[in-house]
């Protein structure tokens, strides 16, 4: 018996334990979606302070971290005698000042110019613990002032989230500002735009091969949409592919190894596989109606692409071992321009509905759909960018095309390209 | 040679974008002097668009005029014309198609290029293909007719290159058309 | 066999050994099965109301932390009083309210056209229905609600609040994280991570530590942060708060972001 009152008092305690509401709070949503960021002017450290520099410097940077989301910007209005401190290192830092404010990070900085060289120092501190999360030294010359910026802003990205961001890269796009539709790049935030060809004739639909240094585009120069690469670098180009008919819409694979484009030798347009050179490997494709636009999902095994086989425009992605195809957006009557995020965890495409393109995504599995802008205008082509934070499309609200840079939810759009003719087709290079 | 200084300019920016980023790369250590590299004009500071007229790709030809100029439409042939997101012939379609045989059986020696159109609604790359299959539907009923498929070749241009450059139903059902030009 | 040989000296009183045998499992049986029903039924009944707790509208840090604050919400909504006296009003004498309520129109529509008056006069006999029909639906909604909507375990009856709402709002005010910190934001309904407090009765944060963290580097980085910036309360606490499990997630968030 004596065995059995122990066991009663063992389960009983047991249940005592387990029911006893240990004092517990939960709580399921931060106080606020943002981080107050304290972004201090950049301060001349030797030599003769340069105020362009320094406000240069600062809108580059706050322009990146204002489109990354993360932040919500302190006023600087506010900021106390700290702020025109120079404080490079943890113990030279009043945080107390900057506690006082509810900045949670703290970035300062100097520059010093010294002829054409510029030197710049920039530091992200974390406020409440009062250290330094990261810093770095830049050197160039003062015309990179905007490149420095881009590449801290990555870097604070790179400490707060592990991921570096992709604001030093470079945008690919067709412009027709020199009077006919050329290849041009440019900074992602539409400074410093450079045309790379000089075709004379109609170019169309860049992309990135994965290293960032090659472009694939498809061009009439030779009277026929042909397909050609170009190393940004050397300059050097070469058509690849020139069968009759289409050779458009090329995409290099995620490891380079070929590319997949649309091509209409065997006179009905379908998906193929190319080598980098444009040897023909393998017809992907094989239904009656238009197969275009391919999009490759990140570990190279599928395909995303545009089909018209049963009827209107649809989405479908193959699989590239098997060659089964499926659909995968069910709802709208015209989809189109599929670009898988280089996350793999969605897939970013334009659906026609009352005559306007707007921009949605998917996942690879056709759920979770979700519309992401709401006009103005026809908003086509997005192209995510290396980090699949962010998507750059074409517009063309307001009767000219421009682009536009928006968050992967579809929040924080904005313009940029600088003004002056269309563009439109934008890629986005993997980080410089 | 106006080439040259340019690709060496060019591959001096790379250098000195690879000596930079190198200098990024290091955090404690000095960063390298960029004194090792003179110092070239940025590639993007000193692109002058106006006085580019050769591409600086390695197969830098002097560039012919456009494959547009390249084609003269026929007087005899007439541009037929499509219903949206289609490429079936209708019968206003046929009958012009059947008249433009006619001209092409009299001038045997005359080669022809079928060019598709689409409006400028839909997708870039589907509508280049839309355009084809324009174009191609147009060959094969003139192919159908008896015309030597040889004298006929077909290129698409999407919505490229539209008649009527506006954005309403006028506009866009003459814009969805295939024409035919001789080839020289 | 062995079990049945051993267990035959205690139960060797009856005269039939194995009938007592079976006698005796069949009692332990019993016991061990009722002890379970105990234990899982007193589970389950201490569980049940706290799952049954109504939510907290609200809670504000203007109350300062108290021993015993005020259970739940005594009166009737204010609304319910107030709209009730203001509907007959408009019911029964339209007319007395018309002029009152539209001064200015009526003097308008007494310099336009003689014409535009029966027109004015319509307009003002809509804006009364719609009236009528506002003070109809305010008095619908001021139905007495049956769910209190002060503080779920309140009994006492102190102005404020218990200490751990009000450390909870105080840390959750100082929680600031973007979702796209997260390594994953999809995966964002299911990141959570518990943390063992304690506060001192002057509100200092004397300790805490991580009972379990996210997969998430960034969220557990964000609650250091937060729990940094909540080492002081701006109150004493009437009590000390001694290893309160505080667990942080998303799924409010993850909520509304669907």
């Known amino acids: 018996m004596k065995r059995f009152c122990s066991l009663l008092f063992l389960l009983l305690t047991v249940c005592w334990a387990n029911g006893a509401a240990a004092a517990e709070i939960e709580i399921s949503a931060p106080g606020e979606q943002a981080i107050p960021l304290a972004l201090t002017r950049f301060l001349p450290q030797t030599g003769a302070p340069a105020p362009a520099v320094a406000e240069e410097l600062n809108a580059a940077l706050a322009a990146d971290l204002d489109l990354a989301g993360l932040f919500r910007f302190l006023d600087p209005q506010a900021f106390l005698s700290d702020a025109g401190r120079i404080g490079l290192f943890s113990t030279e830092v009043d945080f107390d000042q900057w506690r006082l404010l509810g900045a949670e990070v703290l970035i300062k900085g100097v520059y010093s110019v010294q002829g054409e060289q510029l030197t710049v120092e920039a530091r992200l501190f974390d406020v409440p613990n009062g250290r ?15 490149r420095i910026a881009h590449a801290f802003a990555d870097l604070i990205l790179k400490d707060l989230t592990g991921e570096a961001g992709p604001f030093d890269a470079r945008l690919a796009f067709i412009s027709n500002r020199s009077g006919h539709k050329e290849l041009w790049l440019m900074d992602v935030d539409g400074h ?11 170019v169309l639909n860049p992309d990135f091969s994965s290293t960032g240094k090659e472009l694939l585009f498809t061009s009439y120069r030779a009277g026929n949409p042909d397909l050609y690469r170009k190393e940004i670098f050397s300059g050097g180009e070469a058509r690849i592919a020139a069968y009759s008919g289409l050779n458009i819409a090329g995409r290099y694979a995620p490891d380079n190894s070929a590319v997949a484009a649309t091509l209409s030798r065997d006179g009905d347009p379908e998906i193929y596989l190319l080598g980098r050179d444009g040897a023909l490997r393998k017809r992907l494709t094989t239904s009656f109606g238009i197969d275009v636009d391919p999009s490759w999902s990140p570990d190279g095994r599928q395909l995303a692409f545009v089909s018209s086989r049963l009827g209107s425009p649809q989405i479908f992605i193959i699989d590239l071992a098997s060659g089964a195809a499926r659909r995968l957006t069910a709802n709208g009557k015209y989809d189109a321009t599929p670009a898988w995020s280089p996350k793999g965890d969605r897939i970013a495409f334009t659906r026609q509905e009352g005559g306007r393109f707007d921009i949605y995504s998917i996942r690879p599995d056709g759920s979770d759909e979700r519309r992401l802008t709401f006009g103005p205008g026809n908003l086509e082509h997005p192209r995510w960018s290396p980090d699949g934070r962010f998507l750059v499309y074409s517009s063309d609200a307001g009767g000219k095309k421009l682009l536009m840079v928006m968050r992967a939810d579809g929040t924080g759009a904005r313009k940029v390209t600088a003004p002056g003719g269309d563009a439109s087709h934008p890629a986005w290079s993997p980080v410089w | ?33 960029p004194a090792a590299t003179p110092p070239a004009p940025a590639p993007m500071a000193t692109t002058d668009l106006t006085q580019q007229p050769v591409a600086r790709g390695v197969e830098s030809q002097p560039v012919q005029s456009g494959p547009v100029a390249d ?17 079936t012939l209708d019968d206003t379609a046929r009958v012009t198609l059947e008249q433009n045989a006619v001209y092409l059986r009299n001038k045997p020696a005359e080669k022809v290029a079928i060019e598709g159109h689409c409006d400028d609604r839909g997708s ?25 498929a040889e004298r006929l070749s077909v290129i698409s241009y999407g919505e490229e290159q539209p008649l009527v450059a506006a954005s309403n139903e006028e506009a866009w059902s003459k814009n969805r058309r295939a024409e035919f030009k001789a080839v020289r | 066999m062995t079990a049945v040989s051993l267990r035959r000296p205690p139960s060797g009183v009856h005269a039939d050994p194995l009938a007592g045998r079976f006698l005796g499992a069949y009692l332990v049986s019993l016991l061990l099965h009722g002890l379970l029903l105990f234990g899982l039924a007193g589970g389950w009944l201490r569980s049940a109301p706290r799952e049954d707790k109504p939510p907290v509208y609200y809670v504000d840090l ?67 229905a719609l009236q009528q029909k506002f003070a109809a639906l305010r008095q619908a909604q001021a139905v007495p609600i049956e769910t209190p909507v002060g503080l779920p375990d309140a009994r006492g009856n102190e102005a404020g609040v218990t200490s751990l709402v009000y450390v ?11 979702p796209y910190l997260l390594a994953d934001p999809a995966k964002m309904a299911r990141t959570e991570a518990w943390v063992r407090i304690t506060y001192g009765k002057g509100g200092r944060l004397e300790s805490f530590r991580f009972e379990k963290e996210s997969r998430d580097p960034q969220f557990d980085e964000s609650i250091k942060r937060a729990l940094a910036k909540s080492k002081q309360l701006p109150s004493e606490l009437p009590v000390r708060l001694e290893d309160i499990l505080v667990v942080f997630n998303l799924k409010a968030l993850a909520e509304l972001r669907r």
């Not at chain 3, 029964?92 to 309520?101: D, M, R």
């Not at chain 3, 909870?168 to 973007?178: G, P, R, V």
């Open chain 1, 132 to 146: 330094l999360l990261t810093g770095r030294r830049f050197v160039g010359r003062t015309q990179d002032v905007r």
């Open chain 1, 192 to 202: 410093n735009p450079i045309r790379l060809t000089d075709h004379r004739s109609i």
């Open chain 2, 1 to 33: 040679m106006p080439k040259q200084p340019r690709s060496l300019t060019l591959i001096l920016a790379v250098l000195f974008a690879l000596l930079l980023l190198a200098g990024c790369a290091s955090k404690t250590k000095p960063a390298t002097e």
């Open chain 2, 71 to 87: 084609h003269q439409a026929v007087a005899g042939l007439t541009r037929i014309h499509f219903p949206y997101n289609q490429f």
């Open chain 2, 124 to 148: 870039d790359e589907y509508n280049l293909a839309l355009g084809e299959r324009r174009a191609v539907a147009a060959k094969n009923y003139l192919v159908s007719l008896g015309i030597a």
């Open chain 3, 62 to 128: 203007i109350h300062k932390p108290v021993l015993n604050p005020q259970a739940g919400r005594p009166e009737p909504r204010v609304a319910a009083p107030v709209s009730t006296p203001v509907a007959p009003v408009a019911r029964v004498e339209p007319k007395t309210v018309l002029p009152s309520k539209s001064l200015p129109t009526e003097r308008k529509s007494a310099k336009v056209a003689a014409g535009h008056v029966s027109n004015a006069l319509q307009k003002l006999r809509d804006e009364q």
């Open chain 3, 168 to 178: 909870q709002a105080f840390i959750q005010q100082n929680w600031a994280l973007s």
